[in-house]
């Protein structure tokens, strides 16, 4: 079993920078690939970025890529997420989750949010114009 809690999120203007961070604890073996996620009002639930925690192989969605980066603290168990030149439609809950089962689960080819077994309860991402 794995317990998985983020932390912050907020408000912020656009250009602006969050840093979000996760702690997992538990069992490491099934957190070793841990995601972000985040969900908009109406919108279907979309992974943001992921992290391999064995290599530190990092994976991106392309409409974040050059702007957040995720990193880990392996000896704290914790990934975190930093996203600079936050635009309008960042704006999201943010979620972290986390899985087992090897480097190859982290980002599957067409995979999504039903790959992660995981979840925490996540952070209210505003971003203003």
């Known amino acids: 079993q794995v317990q998985v809690v983020e932390s912050g999120g907020g408000s912020v203007q656009a250009g602006g920078s969050l840093r979000l961070s996760c702690a997992a604890s538990g069992n490491t073996h099934s957190s070793e690939c841990m995601g972000w996620f985040r969900q908009a009002p109406g919108k279907e639930r979309e992974r943001v970025a992921a992290?391999?925690?064995?290599?530190?192989?990092?994976y991106y969605a392309d409409s974040v890529k050059g702007r957040f980066t995720i990193s880990q603290d392996n000896a704290k168990n914790t990934a975190y997420l930093q996203m600079n030149s936050l635009k309008p439609e960042d704006s999201a809950m943010y979620y972290c989750?986390?899985?087992?089962?090897?480097?190859?689960?982290?980002?599957?080819?067409?995979?999504?949010?039903?790959?992660?077994?995981?979840w925490g309860q996540g952070t209210q991402v505003t971003v203003t114009s």
């Open positions: 992290i391999y925690t064995g290599s530190g192989a990092t």
């Open positions: 989750a986390a899985r087992g089962g090897g480097g190859g689960y982290c980002w599957r080819s067409g995979g999504g949010f039903s790959d992660y077994k995981y």
